[in-house]
């Protein structure tokens, strides 16, 4: 099977988020933020996997889509992170940089999808 670029990445910044979720819960004994940003950056890459196996171009289109509103929703939480300081600036700063590549990625994808519909 051809590599998937956005799969790939988004499996990346999990994994990211992963080894973060559990520096918080482990070293810092934060809980709510760390696991909501888990499951959002998470979901990006699930959101996107499934996409691949959508019904329809719309199908794969509204995946796609509810992948992008996870990166806003993650984006938020590494803010949050941030500013309460939970986490360093150059943490914050990779995942963020992460995250909104993805999030232009996907913006480029659904854009690219609509057009062939």
């Keep these: 099977m051809k590599e998937n670029l956005l799969i790939e990445k988004s499996l990346l910044f999990s ?7 559990r520096y918080l819960t482990g070293q810092q004994h ?3 933020i760390s696991k909501q940003v888990l499951k ?7 959101n996107i996997n499934e996409a691949n196996y959508a019904q329809s171009k719309t ?3 509204s995946k796609l889509h509810i992948a992008l509103k996870e ?3 993650t984006e938020y939480c590494i ?3 941030g500013i309460s300081n939970y986490i360093d600036s150059t943490v914050q700063t990779r ?3 992460q995250c909104l590549e993805l999030k232009k990625m996907l913006i480029a994808s659904i854009n690219t999808a609509k057009s062939n519909v």
Excluded: W
């Design 79 to 81: 803010r949050l992170l």
């Design 40 to 46: 959002s950056a998470t979901s990006i890459g699930a």
């Design 95 to 97: 995942l963020m940089n």
């Design 59 to 61: 199908d794969f289109i």
């Design 30 to 32: 934060e809980q709510i």
């Design 15 to 21: 994994k990211e988020v992963v080894d973060v979720y």
């Design 71 to 73: 990166t806003a929703e």
